[in-house]
C-alpha cells in the first residue's frame, strides 16, 4: 500500500516515520505545530 501511494505520487507524499505518508503541505503544517 505505502509503495503504491509512492508510486502513483512520489513527489507530493513523503514518509514520516514506517508507514505513515502525508503531502507535503501538511508535513509542513506538522513541522509548524498547526
Known amino acids: 500500500q505505502a509503495s503504491k501511494i509512492l508510486e502513483i505520487d512520489f513527489l507530493d507524499h513523503v514518509i514520516i516515520g514506517d508507514e505513515r505518508y502525508v503531502s ?3 508535513k509542513t503544517d506538522i513541522w509548524e505545530g498547526k
Open 24 to 26: 507535503l503541505k501538511e
